[in-house]
């Protein structure tokens, strides 16, 4: 092997290393990423259902609220007369 050949040799080997450390590198920042990605996930799953909690109580309360408005209208209004 001559000098010429050794240098490619020994570029090429460099270049391989090279990208293999980016490579690992990207790897582990993308698995990271991943696992910041899942946790903001999970945390806006937990908001949705308690905000679905929310609004079916003001779903089921509703009703009643407008009821006792209603009532609260016509007593007042019966002993406004009087």
């Not at 590198?25 to 990605?37: C, E, F, G, S, W």
């Not at 999970?42 to 009821?67: I, M, N, S, Y």
């Amino acid at each position: 092997m001559n000098t010429d050949e050794r240098f490619l040799v020994i570029l090429l080997s460099l270049a391989l290393a090279t990208f293999l450390v980016l490579g690992i590198v990207a790897v582990i920042k993308t698995i990271q990423i991943l696992d910041n990605v899942r946790k903001i996930t999970e945390k806006a799953e937990e908001f949705a259902e308690k905000a679905e909690a929310v609004g079916d109580f003001l779903h089921k309360t509703a009703g009643p609220a407008v009821l006792i408005k209603t009532l609260g209208k016509m007593a007042r209004s019966y002993t406004d007369k009087k």
